[in-house]
């Protein structure tokens, strides 16, 4: 099992960057892929990208593609999530997420940080 803590959120400016870390306690967590989603306000929530447990192969969503850029420590145990040119409509609640490398959600997640871009 593997407990997830997110940080990083804020709010910035259109075009802005943000740096959002996920740090996992257990000593599986290498063993873990591992992804990010986020929530919009009355939307669901949606895949923005994974990383595999050796932090070789990387997915995202189309929407954040040459963007964002996922990655993670496991040494430090902590997965990042580094936006740049981030949009308004980037706006939403960012989870982390522990056990799949697909669009499907793992089992395990954190309690989500908040990112607000302002146009």
């Known amino acids: 099992q593997v407990q997830l803590v997110e940080s990083g959120g804020g709010l910035v400016q259109a075009g802005g960057s943000l740096r959002l870390s996920c740090a996992a306690s257990?000593?599986?967590?290498?063993?873990?892929?591992m992804a990010w989603f986020r929530q919009a306000p009355g939307k669901e929530r949606e895949f923005v990208a994974a990383?595999?447990?050796?932090?070789?192969?990387?997915s995202y969503a189309d929407s954040v593609k040459g963007r964002f850029t996922i990655s993670r420590d496991n040494f430090k145990n902590t997965m990042y999530l580094e936006m740049n040119s981030l949009k308004p409509e980037d706006t939403a609640v960012y989870y982390c997420?522990?056990?799949?490398?697909?669009?499907?959600?793992?089992?395990?997640w954190g309690q989500g940080t908040q990112v607000t871009v302002s146009s």
């Open positions: 257990g000593r599986t967590f290498s063993t873990y892929a």
């Open positions: 997420n522990a056990g799949s490398f697909t669009t499907v959600a793992g089992a395990y």
């Open positions: 990383i595999n447990w050796q932090g070789i192969t990387r």
